[in-house]
């Protein structure tokens, strides 16, 4: 089992920064492949960004290329998603999730932080 708790989220104006951060507990973090998704009202959840197990791969959607970085630290247990320059469509709430392989559906699921972007 993979236990996830994101944090960072809140309120922001058009053009600010945020970052958010996935605490992960239970077996091995390093060994996981690990992701964001984010869910608006009445949208379904789509993945954001995704990095592997060493950070030396990394996927984006293509709405935020450019804008937000995933990153992750193995030694704190944590994974970051920084995003810059947001924009009221980024408004949803954000989930950190983990799967043992690239090709693994997503198993573990943290219990999501809001963000909303004020224009």
């Known amino acids: 089992q993979v236990q996830l708790v994101e944090s960072g989220g809140g309120l922001v104006q058009a053009g600010g920064s945020l970052r958010l951060s996935c605490a992960a507990s239970?077996?091995?973090?390093?060994?996981?492949?690990m992701g964001w998704f984010r869910q608006a009202p009445g949208k379904d959840r789509e993945l954001v960004a995704q990095?592997?197990?060493?950070?030396?791969?990394?996927y984006y959607t293509d709405s935020v290329k450019g804008r937000f970085t995933i990153s992750r630290d193995n030694a704190k247990n944590t994974v970051y998603l920084q995003m810059n320059s947001l924009k009221p469509e980024d408004t949803a709430v954000y989930y950190c999730?983990?799967?043992?392989?690239?090709?693994?559906?997503?198993?573990?699921w943290g219990q999501g932080t809001q963000v909303t972007v004020s224009s």
């Open positions: 999730a983990a799967k043992p392989t690239i090709a693994a559906r997503y198993d573990y």
């Open positions: 239970g077996r091995t973090f390093s060994a996981y492949v």
């Open positions: 990095i592997n197990w060493s950070g030396g791969s990394t």
